[in-house]
């Protein structure tokens, strides 16, 4: 008598008197896939780029897909899925926009105050120079500028 163990690596292959006869624990169709809750991106718009309130607004939807996946209403699920997908992709470019604008407005006034540190050094080394070279017998001028 032959063993019951196939060899083919099929899933519960049984032989019976010559014939086989195949038993599958999962349905052979295409089994449609629960739609993505996107938690952990929401977590992170909600935790770094929280632009407008996006983050927040994009959690809860996802927390609601979570929700209705675990009680079994797909087409919630898949509704509150997109939704929250639309909202964490609005939040991230916008999140990426804005770290960016502040960036360059960071960048332009350094360089303004460099600029101008720059001028008040120049101006307070002629003036240093100008008191420096005059004569024992001229008046100081009480107008510094």
């Not at 699920?77 to 964490?88: G, H, M, P, V």
């Not at 360059?104 to 008040?120: A, K, Y």
Request: aromatic fraction near 14%; charge should be negative.
């Amino acid at each position: 008598m032959e063993p019951a163990i196939s060899l083919n690596m099929r899933p519960y292959d049984v032989k019976l008197h010559g014939d086989t006869a195949t038993f599958y624990p999962y349905p052979l169709g295409i089994v449609a896939q629960p739609p993505k809750d996107y938690v952990l991106w929401s977590l992170f718009n909600f935790s770094f780029m929280n632009t407008c309130c996006l983050g927040f607004a994009a959690l809860v939807f996802s927390i609601k897909t979570r929700d209705c996946k675990l009680s079994g209403y797909d087409e919630g699920a898949a509704k509150y899925s997109k939704r929250a997908k639309l909202l964490n992709i609005i939040a991230s470019v916008l999140g990426i926009v804005f770290f960016i604008l502040i960036f360059l407005m960071t960048v332009s006034v350094v360089v303004v105050l460099q600029e101008r540190l720059q001028q008040l050094i120049k101006e307070y080394r002629e003036k240093m120079e100008e008191f420096l070279n005059m004569d024992d017998g001229s008046e100081i001028s009480s107008d510094p500028y």
